[in-house]
């Protein structure tokens, strides 16, 4: 870890930057993590454009088809094939809050940097629960943590402004990531707790937001994002693009990145979370399209997608120079 406990929400409003972005975890045809791919994805994921470290066990990595050893196994492998060259954020939720502690301890002796934990996402829960949850999580570890803000359906627990509020005493909770699709949430999110620790999303449309209506809180990074790895390739980098354009507060030109990627995205992605859900099949695939390893078998209960609804994103990708014509 590259901070004192005390100093975590400075260390992330200062070291981090750029995207830290998921990742997709490769299996075998008997089902096996295929870490040989996992550490290629690794390395590709941190050479795209913009990539300025890495998100693990989010969504798109499939960590709840995963038993416990298994994620602490992927998590060692990543963190061997960063070795300490960009911010890793490990993943540790669970319903369970002696899992997360487990993971998280873990987390920290394999040399990530930060923690994710979500809400518990199954069972009954409230607010009251809910903060108890993260008081008795963050009393027994060590490493900076960053809360989930979302109204995905897939959770089903919206953790609100004022519930982050209620969490600031703890001093290892050192961000917030809102990824709530609704711009005036974000906005709330900013303005109830921004000014003490960094609320990040993982959009660029939020990211750009926060930049310009927020300019002395909003971080210099973006958590969770998955479009450098669907929505652009080293050769058309429209992350890229848009992050330089951003960062350097030039926002005629970032705005226009961010067209072009919303355009792709739209017909990839959104259409999929307007209905409360990660096509996780469909994505990883696509991922596999655009050179990482996608692997050759699948858990459960995942299957591969649907022919017609590859075919429509293939289309997409070529349309948008991201693939060559004889992409299949």
């Given at each position: 870890?590259?901070?004192?406990?005390?100093?975590?929400?400075?260390?992330?409003?200062?070291?981090?930057?750029?995207?830290?972005?998921?990742?997709?975890?490769?299996?075998?045809?008997?089902?096996?993590?295929?870490?040989?791919?996992?550490?290629?994805?690794?390395?590709?994921?941190?050479?795209?454009?913009?990539?300025?470290?890495?998100?693990?066990?989010?969504?798109?990595?499939?960590?709840?088809?995963?038993?416990?050893?298994?994620?602490?196994?992927?998590?060692?492998?990543?963190?061997?094939?960063?070795?300490?060259?960009?911010?890793?954020?490990?993943?540790?939720?669970?319903?369970?809050?002696?899992?997360?502690?487990?993971?998280a301890r873990h987390a920290k002796a394999a040399g990530a940097d930060l923690v994710m934990v979500w809400p518990p996402y199954y069972g009954p829960r409230n607010a009251a629960g809910v903060r108890g949850f993260y008081e008795y999580v963050a009393a027994r570890i060590e490493i900076g943590m960053v809360a989930y803000s979302t109204t995905l359906s897939e959770l089903g627990y919206y953790l609100a402004p004022d519930q982050v509020e209620a969490l600031l005493h703890l001093p290892n909770l050192c961000a917030v990531q809102n990824t709530t699709l609704d711009v005036a949430a974000y906005a709330r999110m900013m303005e109830r707790v921004g000014d003490r620790i960094a609320v990040a999303t993982s959009l660029e449309e939020y990211f750009l937001h926060?930049?310009?209506?927020?300019?002395?809180?909003?971080?210099?990074?973006?958590?969770?994002?998955s479009r450098p790895v669907l929505c652009q390739t080293p050769e058309v980098p429209h992350c890229g693009r848009f992050l330089e354009a951003a960062l350097r507060?030039?926002?005629?030109?970032?705005?226009?990145?961010?067209?072009?990627?919303?355009?792709?995205?739209?017909?990839?992605?959104?259409?999929?979370?307007a209905q409360g859900f990660h096509h996780v099949a469909l994505f990883k695939t696509l991922a596999g399209l655009l050179g990482m390893t996608a692997g050759t078998g699948w858990r459960p209960a995942l299957d591969p997608p649907v022919p017609r609804d590859l075919a429509e994103c293939v289309a997409v990708l070529r349309q948008a120079g991201l693939l060559p014509g004889d992409a299949a």
């Open positions: 870890m590259r901070y004192a406990l005390a100093e975590a929400r400075e260390w992330v409003r200062t070291e981090l930057r750029g995207y830290i972005t998921i990742l997709y975890t490769p299996f075998l045809a008997d089902g096996a993590i295929d870490e040989a791919g996992l550490r290629h994805n690794v390395r590709r994921t941190l050479s795209l454009p913009g990539v300025g470290g890495l998100s693990v066990h989010s969504l798109h990595q499939e960590f709840w088809a995963l038993t416990l050893a298994e994620r602490e196994r992927v998590t060692e492998v990543v963190l061997e094939e960063v070795a300490g060259r960009a911010p890793v954020v490990i993943g540790c939720s669970d319903p369970a809050a002696a899992n997360v502690i487990q993971l926060g930049r310009l209506a927020y300019p002395d809180r909003a971080p210099s990074f973006m958590i969770g994002s507060d030039d926002f005629t030109e970032a705005a226009r990145h961010m067209r072009n990627l919303g355009a792709i995205a739209s017909r990839l992605q959104s259409r999929y979370f």
